[in-house]
Structure formats: structure tokens, C-alpha cells
């Protein structure tokens, strides 16, 4: 072989090397490092005269087109050989102490993780607003005294158990609060949680359950009187008044004023349940406050003159808003009646419209005020007037024909309305109802 022809051979090998150097360098080198070696036999075979540089050549270009679509990833190979770890894989434990966090976090109820030793390693912002002092490494004795709990969590570590215990806290306020203790699996990562803890706040689910209660048995009660005073007057007249006449007429008129009572207690009671079915829905009519107002007036002024009262109203400029005319009514309704029934004799009922400017960013409000000057009503009183069967003088409402739910309906509308009632009064000086509403603005 002449010496020309050997060097010739000689650069050929080389540039193959440098392909195959170049090829190792680019940023796929854990793809492309396999072909390094396959270049180097090929180059090996053309220095020695077994394969022209044509063949070496198409071999090459279709190795390097097999490796370019080949889906093996061989960087773990070629780290196990090498002796390197893969970055991407040398800390599992910050993706999985990120995934439990974020899980904790993400739990719709107060939740606490703690560690084989019962010590907090994280907490949620429910947690954080049930136990306001509450931060991380702190064994759970500092975080509540309840005796019960922390014997659930000695004993949740002790074993596989999940645990339920009810909890009575009686400071700052009393509530009654369901603690739910879980042991977690087992890890080896350091600072890993152990237990998991959660709790659920039951207070208002009581108060709900005895408002319900209590409703139920204000409600029978109320029936129950009117209809035990017709079952009476029908045995008397089925009895020892069977021929009286006049016993018959008297007897008539008691029934039929008591079976007045229970359909207004029943339309009342329909009402409020209407009301609350649809309280999360905002109205969608527009509602003028002047015109609503004057309604209610023409209807009511006769009642009033035979009550021996004088009823005005002084509209204002317009008040639009966003609400069912049907429900502001109603509002308007209890609240002159109420003032009717209550009100002294020979008084003044003055029912006006108004509207407040807006305070700084916020928006202007539009208000309804009925007031009286009747005999008002004590301080001791006025948070509960709108409970459903709550009266100053029961005996008092029941004669003149109140059912005990007219502010109760009014509170539900004015909540419905994202409206607020307001209530005044003082004793000897009379009661003074605001229904005030968020002004409709004048592109509505």
C-alpha cells in the first residue's frame, strides 16, 4: 500500500473520529454515545483496507438515522457506568415532602400532620385560624389540652387505628368540634408525618339542629292552641249547647276567628319557607322603592283609620333597585301592620323613602323607614325581634293577631336582597324599621 494512500486512509479515519467526538458532545450525548463506538469500528475497518470509506460512509449515516428516532433513553445506563447518579433522581424526598404539603393545604377542614414523636411539621390555614398561636414544632400539647385528643394521638402512633374524638372547647366562646386522629404509612424521609389530624367545626351544625327543633315546636304549638279551642266549641255545641242558639252564634264566631289564626299562621309559615328555598337566588327584577311605597300605602290607610291611627308617607326622589316587587311588598306590608298592631291609639305611622350617598368607593343605598310613636320596645329585645315565634308580649300579639314570623320573613327578603334591616326604639318614645338596599344604578 503506498504511502500516499495510507495517508489518505489515515485523515478519512479522522475525520470519522471527529464526527463521532462531535456527535458525543451535543446535548443528546446519552442517545449518541452508543454510535461513538460503532464510528470508531468503522473507521478501524477502512485504516485497515476491510471496507472503502462509500460503505463506511452509508453505514454510518444510517446508524446515526437509527439512533436519532431510537426512544431508549441510555442515561441511566451510561450513569450506572460511569458511577454518576441522575440529577433528576437524586432527591425524590423534595417531590414527595412538596406532594403531602400540598395535600394537607388542599383540605377543606382545620388539618395538622405531626411526626412519630407527636411534634407539628405542618398545618394548614384552617388550622392555623382554629389555633391562632399554632407553628411548626410544636408538640401537640401546646397546641390543645384536651386530654382526650392527645391521648388519640399516643395511641394512633401506637397502633393503625383511626380515632374519632368529640371535643367541648368552652373558651373564648363554646363550640363543639369533631377530631378525626389518622396514622399515615411509614416513610424514612426525615421530618415525614406520621399522624394526620383533622378537625371539623360542629357549632353551627347544632345551632342549626336546635333552631330546627325549636321551630318545630314553636309551630306545633301555635296550632295546637287554636285547634284545641275548636275542638272545644264543637263538643260544646255537639253537647250541652246543642239547642242554645245564641250559645251557637257566639261559639261561631270564636271558631271562625280562630281558624282565621291558623290559615295566617300557615300562609306565614308557607312564606318563610318560599323565602329561604330562595334566598342564595339574587332577584333579577327592578324594583321602584316610591312606587312600592305607596302601593302598600293605599292598601293599608283604611286599616289604619280603623285602628284610629293616621298613616303618611313622604316619597323621596327615584329609588330603583335590584329585587322582586312581590317580596318588597311583603317587606313594606309587616313592617306599616306591625306598626298598626303596636302602635297607640290615635298615633301617627310615617312611612318615608330616602337615599343616602355613597361614601367614598362605595355605592349609594336607598332606604324604606316606617316609624311610629308607640309604646317602643326595651333594649333587652331588640337582637332577637327577628327569631321566628319571638314576641315582647306573646299574649299581646296573639290577640291582635300576629303570628310571631312577620320579621322573621322580613329578615330572610332583606337577606335575599343583599339588604340590611335596621331596628330603633326607645321606650315611651316608639320603634322606628329601616329597610335599606343597594341603589340600582341609572344604566341598569
Do not use: C
Not at 96 to 111: C, K, M, Y
Not at 158 to 174: F, G, N, Y
Not at 396 to 421: C, P, Q, Y
Amino acid at each position: 500500500m503506498s504511502s500516499v494512500r495510507w495517508s489518505e486512509r489515515k485523515a478519512e479515519a479522522a475525520a470519522w473520529v471527529a464526527v463521532a467526538w462531535a456527535a458525543a458532545k451535543r446535548r443528546w450525548s446519552a442517545r449518541w454515545m452508543p454510535i461513538v463506538a460503532a464510528v470508531g469500528i468503522l473507521a478501524a475497518l477502512v485504516l485497515v483496507g476491510a471496507l472503502n470509506g462509500v460503505a463506511a460512509l452509508t453505514g454510518g449515516l444510517v446508524l446515526m438515522l437509527a439512533t436519532a428516532t431510537w426512544p431508549l433513553d441510555s442515561s441511566a445506563i451510561l450513569d450506572a457506568i460511569s458511577g454518576n447518579t441522575a440529577p433528576a433522581r437524586a432527591r425524590p424526598d423534595e417531590g414527595e415532602r412538596g406532594s403531602w404539603r400540598a395535600v394537607i393545604d388542599a383540605i377543606p377542614t382545620a388539618a395538622l400532620a405531626l411526626d412519630a414523636a407527636g411534634t407539628l411539621v405542618h398545618h394548614n390555614r384552617l388550622a392555623a385560624e382554629m389555633f391562632p398561636k399554632i407553628k411548626s414544632g410544636q408538640p401537640m400539647s401546646q397546641i390543645s389540652r384536651s386530654p382526650d385528643l392527645l391521648v388519640a394521638v399516643d395511641r394512633a402512633l401506637a397502633s393503625e387505628q383511626r380515632i374519632d374524638v368529640d371535643l367541648v372547647e368552652r373558651v373564648p366562646v363554646e363550640r363543639r368540634v369533631a377530631a378525626t386522629v389518622s396514622r399515615l404509612a411509614r416513610s424514612t424521609l426525615p421530618a415525614s408525618p406520621s399522624v394526620l389530624v383533622t378537625f371539623r367545626d360542629l357549632t353551627e351544625q347544632d345551632r342549626l339542629a336546635q333552631m330546627r327543633a325549636d321551630f318545630i315546636a314553636n309551630a306545633s304549638h301555635e296550632l295546637r292552641t287554636p285547634l284545641a279551642s275548636l275542638r272545644a266549641f264543637v263538643e260544646t255545641l255537639q253537647g250541652p249547647a246543642r239547642d242554645d242558639v245564641n250559645a251557637r252564634t257566639r261559639f261561631l264566631t270564636l271558631m271562625a276567628s280562630q281558624a282565621e289564626r291558623m290559615t295566617r299562621l300557615i300562609d306565614d309559615l308557607l312564606s318563610l319557607s318560599r323565602v329561604e328555598m330562595r334566598v342564595h337566588l339574587p332577584p333579577r327584577g327592578i324594583v321602584e322603592l316610591n312606587e312600592s311605597a305607596q302601593y302598600v300605602f293605599q292598601s293599608l290607610e283604611p286599616i289604619a283609620e280603623a285602628a284610629k291611627m293616621k298613616l303618611s308617607l313622604v316619597r323621596g326622589d327615584a329609588a330603583r333597585i335590584r329585587g322582586d316587587r312581590e317580596e318588597i311588598v311583603q317587606v313594606l306590608q309587616n313592617l306599616i301592620q306591625n306598626a298598626i298592631k303596636y302602635g297607640r291609639e290615635d298615633g301617627t305611622i310615617e312611612v318615608r323613602v330616602g337615599r343616602d350617598a355613597p361614601r367614598g368607593a362605595g355605592d349609594a343605598r336607598v332606604w324604606v323607614t316606617v316609624s311610629d310613636n308607640g309604646p317602643g320596645i326595651g333594649p333587652e329585645h331588640l337582637p332577637r325581634l327577628t327569631e321566628r315565634f319571638y314576641r315582647v308580649n306573646a299574649a299581646s300579639s296573639r290577640e291582635k293577631g300576629g303570628t310571631g314570623l312577620g320579621l322573621a320573613i322580613v329578615k330572610h327578603i332583606m337577606n335575599r336582597h343583599r339588604g340590611e334591616l335596621r331596628i330603633a326604639s326607645r321606650l315611651g318614645a316608639g320603634s322606628t324599621f329601616t329597610a335599606s338596599f343597594e341603589e340600582l344604578g341609572t344604566s341598569a
